[in-house]
T-cell receptor
Framework: EPEVTQTPSHQVTQMGQEVILRCVPI?????FYWYRQILGQKVEFLVS????????KSEIFDDQFSVERPDGSNFTLKIRSTKLEDSAMYFC???????????FGSGTRLTVV | GNSVTQMEGPVTLSEEAFLTINCTYT??????LFWYVQYPGEGLQLLLK?????DKGSNKGFEATYRKETTSFHLEKGSVQVSDSAVYFC???????????FGKGTRLSVIA
Protein backbone atom coordinates (compact mmCIF):
# COMPACT_ATOMS: atom_id res chain seq x y z
CA GLU A 1 0.00 0.00 0.00
CA PRO A 2 1.35 3.47 -0.88
CA GLU A 3 2.88 5.39 2.01
CA VAL A 4 3.78 8.93 2.93
CA THR A 5 7.43 8.92 3.97
CA GLN A 6 8.91 11.38 6.42
CA THR A 7 12.53 11.98 7.32
CA PRO A 8 14.15 12.17 9.75
CA SER A 9 12.10 10.30 12.31
CA HIS A 10 13.67 12.29 15.13
CA GLN A 11 15.61 15.54 15.08
CA VAL A 12 17.20 17.40 17.94
CA THR A 13 18.18 21.01 17.32
CA GLN A 14 19.35 23.97 19.30
CA MET A 15 17.06 26.93 19.82
CA GLY A 16 17.51 29.49 17.06
CA GLN A 17 18.67 26.97 14.48
CA GLU A 18 16.92 26.30 11.19
CA VAL A 19 15.40 22.88 10.56
CA ILE A 20 13.97 21.29 7.45
CA LEU A 21 11.54 18.43 7.76
CA ARG A 22 11.09 16.28 4.68
CA CYS A 23 8.16 14.40 3.31
CA VAL A 24 7.53 12.33 0.20
CA PRO A 25 3.76 12.27 -0.42
CA ILE A 26 2.00 9.55 -2.34
CA UNK A 27 2.79 10.03 -6.00
CA UNK A 28 -0.69 10.57 -7.42
CA UNK A 29 -1.89 12.76 -4.58
CA UNK A 30 -2.48 16.43 -5.26
CA UNK A 31 -3.01 18.01 -1.85
CA PHE A 32 -0.34 18.13 0.82
CA TYR A 33 -0.51 19.11 4.46
CA TRP A 34 1.58 19.62 7.54
CA TYR A 35 0.16 19.06 11.02
CA ARG A 36 1.79 19.09 14.38
CA GLN A 37 1.06 17.43 17.70
CA ILE A 38 2.61 18.78 20.85
CA LEU A 39 3.17 15.89 23.23
CA GLY A 40 -0.11 14.51 24.50
CA GLN A 41 -2.17 17.24 22.90
CA LYS A 42 -4.41 17.83 19.92
CA VAL A 43 -3.32 17.37 16.32
CA GLU A 44 -3.20 20.88 14.86
CA PHE A 45 -3.30 21.96 11.24
CA LEU A 46 -0.39 24.08 10.02
CA VAL A 47 -0.64 24.46 6.26
CA SER A 48 -2.06 22.99 3.09
CA UNK A 49 -0.45 23.06 -0.32
CA UNK A 50 -1.92 22.56 -3.75
CA UNK A 51 -0.75 23.34 -7.27
CA UNK A 52 2.59 24.59 -6.00
CA UNK A 53 1.23 27.14 -3.61
CA UNK A 54 -0.15 27.44 -0.12
CA UNK A 55 -3.91 27.06 -0.20
CA UNK A 56 -4.59 27.57 3.49
CA LYS A 57 -2.61 28.14 6.67
CA SER A 58 -3.38 28.38 10.36
CA GLU A 59 -2.40 31.10 12.79
CA ILE A 60 0.38 28.82 14.00
CA PHE A 61 2.04 29.03 10.58
CA ASP A 62 3.74 32.38 11.03
CA ASP A 63 6.72 33.92 9.24
CA GLN A 64 9.06 31.42 10.86
CA PHE A 65 7.54 28.64 8.82
CA SER A 66 7.71 27.97 5.11
CA VAL A 67 6.89 25.08 2.81
CA GLU A 68 8.29 24.08 -0.52
CA ARG A 69 7.95 21.42 -3.15
CA PRO A 70 11.46 21.64 -4.59
CA ASP A 71 10.97 18.80 -7.07
CA GLY A 72 8.25 16.45 -8.19
CA SER A 73 8.37 14.27 -5.12
CA ASN A 74 9.51 16.07 -1.96
CA PHE A 75 7.47 18.39 0.23
CA THR A 76 9.40 20.22 2.94
CA LEU A 77 8.60 22.24 6.04
CA LYS A 78 11.24 24.73 7.14
CA ILE A 79 11.36 26.42 10.51
CA ARG A 80 13.78 29.33 10.27
CA SER A 81 14.65 29.95 13.88
CA THR A 82 13.37 27.25 16.17
CA LYS A 83 11.90 27.99 19.59
CA LEU A 84 11.47 25.65 22.52
CA GLU A 85 7.72 25.60 21.92
CA ASP A 86 8.26 24.22 18.41
CA SER A 87 9.08 20.88 20.01
CA ALA A 88 6.39 18.55 18.72
CA MET A 89 5.65 15.68 16.39
CA TYR A 90 5.21 16.97 12.87
CA PHE A 91 3.05 14.97 10.50
CA CYS A 92 2.91 15.26 6.75
CA UNK A 93 -0.25 14.12 4.98
CA UNK A 94 -1.47 13.89 1.42
CA UNK A 95 -4.72 13.18 -0.33
CA UNK A 96 -6.06 12.90 -3.82
CA UNK A 97 -9.47 14.11 -2.73
CA UNK A 98 -10.29 15.02 0.84
CA UNK A 99 -13.41 12.98 1.22
CA UNK A 100 -11.39 9.81 0.64
CA UNK A 101 -9.24 10.37 3.67
CA UNK A 102 -5.80 11.66 4.24
CA UNK A 103 -2.73 9.44 4.40
CA PHE A 104 -0.33 10.48 7.12
CA GLY A 105 3.36 9.82 7.43
CA SER A 106 4.78 8.36 10.61
CA GLY A 107 5.95 11.79 11.73
CA THR A 108 9.14 13.60 12.68
CA ARG A 109 9.69 14.19 16.35
CA LEU A 110 11.38 17.58 16.68
CA THR A 111 13.07 18.39 19.96
CA VAL A 112 14.36 21.92 20.44
CA VAL A 113 16.87 22.30 23.28
CA GLY B 1 -15.88 27.26 11.89
CA ASN B 2 -15.75 23.50 11.86
CA SER B 3 -15.03 21.71 15.11
CA VAL B 4 -15.03 18.24 16.62
CA THR B 5 -15.74 17.32 20.22
CA GLN B 6 -14.95 13.87 21.51
CA MET B 7 -15.21 12.33 24.93
CA GLU B 8 -12.35 12.91 27.29
CA GLY B 9 -10.18 9.99 28.21
CA PRO B 10 -8.54 8.00 29.32
CA VAL B 11 -10.84 5.05 28.89
CA THR B 12 -9.81 1.80 30.53
CA LEU B 13 -11.62 -1.41 29.62
CA SER B 14 -11.17 -5.09 30.20
CA GLU B 15 -10.57 -7.34 27.23
CA GLU B 16 -13.79 -8.30 25.40
CA ALA B 17 -15.69 -5.31 26.78
CA PHE B 18 -17.87 -3.11 24.59
CA LEU B 19 -16.37 0.19 23.50
CA THR B 20 -18.06 3.48 22.68
CA ILE B 21 -16.16 6.69 22.10
CA ASN B 22 -18.49 9.61 21.53
CA CYS B 23 -17.83 12.20 18.85
CA THR B 24 -19.97 15.15 17.82
CA TYR B 25 -19.21 17.78 15.27
CA THR B 26 -20.09 21.26 14.12
CA UNK B 27 -19.74 22.01 10.45
CA UNK B 28 -21.25 23.91 7.60
CA UNK B 29 -22.41 21.89 4.66
CA UNK B 30 -21.83 18.17 4.47
CA UNK B 31 -18.47 17.16 5.85
CA UNK B 32 -16.76 13.81 5.58
CA LEU B 33 -16.07 12.16 8.93
CA PHE B 34 -13.14 10.02 9.98
CA TRP B 35 -11.69 8.09 12.84
CA TYR B 36 -7.91 7.91 13.06
CA VAL B 37 -5.91 5.73 15.43
CA GLN B 38 -2.47 6.37 16.84
CA TYR B 39 -0.72 3.37 18.36
CA PRO B 40 2.06 4.05 20.87
CA GLY B 41 5.07 5.60 19.18
CA GLU B 42 3.47 5.60 15.76
CA GLY B 43 1.77 8.00 13.37
CA LEU B 44 -1.88 8.49 12.50
CA GLN B 45 -3.67 5.72 10.67
CA LEU B 46 -7.06 6.03 9.06
CA LEU B 47 -9.36 3.59 10.85
CA LEU B 48 -12.64 4.27 9.06
CA LYS B 49 -14.59 6.97 7.29
CA UNK B 50 -18.07 8.02 6.20
CA UNK B 51 -18.78 10.58 3.54
CA UNK B 52 -22.53 11.13 3.78
CA UNK B 53 -25.41 10.91 6.21
CA UNK B 54 -26.36 7.40 7.37
CA ASP B 55 -23.16 5.90 5.96
CA LYS B 56 -21.52 3.38 8.26
CA GLY B 57 -17.75 3.12 8.23
CA SER B 58 -16.22 -0.10 9.49
CA ASN B 59 -12.80 -1.66 9.84
CA LYS B 60 -11.11 -4.19 12.16
CA GLY B 61 -14.36 -4.68 14.10
CA PHE B 62 -14.82 -0.94 14.68
CA GLU B 63 -17.90 0.85 13.38
CA ALA B 64 -19.22 4.39 13.26
CA THR B 65 -22.39 5.75 11.69
CA TYR B 66 -22.70 9.27 10.29
CA ARG B 67 -25.75 10.73 12.05
CA LYS B 68 -26.66 14.09 10.60
CA GLU B 69 -29.67 14.59 12.85
CA THR B 70 -27.51 14.36 15.98
CA THR B 71 -24.27 15.56 14.30
CA SER B 72 -22.50 12.54 15.71
CA PHE B 73 -20.07 9.87 14.60
CA HIS B 74 -19.59 7.63 17.63
CA LEU B 75 -16.99 4.87 17.45
CA GLU B 76 -18.01 1.41 18.66
CA LYS B 77 -16.49 -2.02 18.94
CA GLY B 78 -18.24 -5.04 20.35
CA SER B 79 -15.25 -6.75 21.94
CA VAL B 80 -11.98 -4.91 22.46
CA GLN B 81 -8.56 -6.52 22.59
CA VAL B 82 -5.36 -5.50 24.31
CA SER B 83 -3.97 -4.65 20.88
CA ASP B 84 -6.66 -1.95 20.49
CA SER B 85 -4.91 0.16 23.13
CA ALA B 86 -4.20 3.44 21.37
CA VAL B 87 -5.34 7.04 21.03
CA TYR B 88 -8.41 7.51 18.84
CA PHE B 89 -9.07 10.76 17.01
CA CYS B 90 -12.34 11.82 15.47
CA UNK B 91 -11.92 14.21 12.54
CA UNK B 92 -13.87 15.95 9.83
CA UNK B 93 -13.13 17.44 6.47
CA UNK B 94 -15.34 20.02 4.87
CA UNK B 95 -15.93 20.27 1.17
CA UNK B 96 -13.22 21.13 -1.33
CA UNK B 97 -10.30 19.38 0.35
CA UNK B 98 -10.33 21.72 3.33
CA UNK B 99 -7.93 20.57 6.04
CA UNK B 100 -8.88 17.91 8.54
CA UNK B 101 -10.07 19.19 11.89
CA PHE B 102 -9.32 16.84 14.75
CA GLY B 103 -10.85 16.22 18.11
CA LYS B 104 -8.57 16.14 21.14
CA GLY B 105 -8.19 12.38 21.04
CA THR B 106 -9.30 9.67 23.46
CA ARG B 107 -6.75 7.33 24.97
CA LEU B 108 -7.99 3.76 25.26
CA SER B 109 -6.26 1.21 27.46
CA VAL B 110 -7.42 -2.38 27.32
CA ILE B 111 -6.27 -4.68 30.10
CA ALA B 112 -6.19 -8.46 29.99
Amino acid sequence: EPEVTQTPSHQVTQMGQEVILRCVPISNHLYFYWYRQILGQKVEFLVSFYNNEISEKSEIFDDQFSVERPDGSNFTLKIRSTKLEDSAMYFCASTRAGENGYTFGSGTRLTVV
Amino acid sequence: GNSVTQMEGPVTLSEEAFLTINCTYTATGYPSLFWYVQYPGEGLQLLLKATKADDKGSNKGFEATYRKETTSFHLEKGSVQVSDSAVYFCALSGSGNTPLVFGKGTRLSVIA
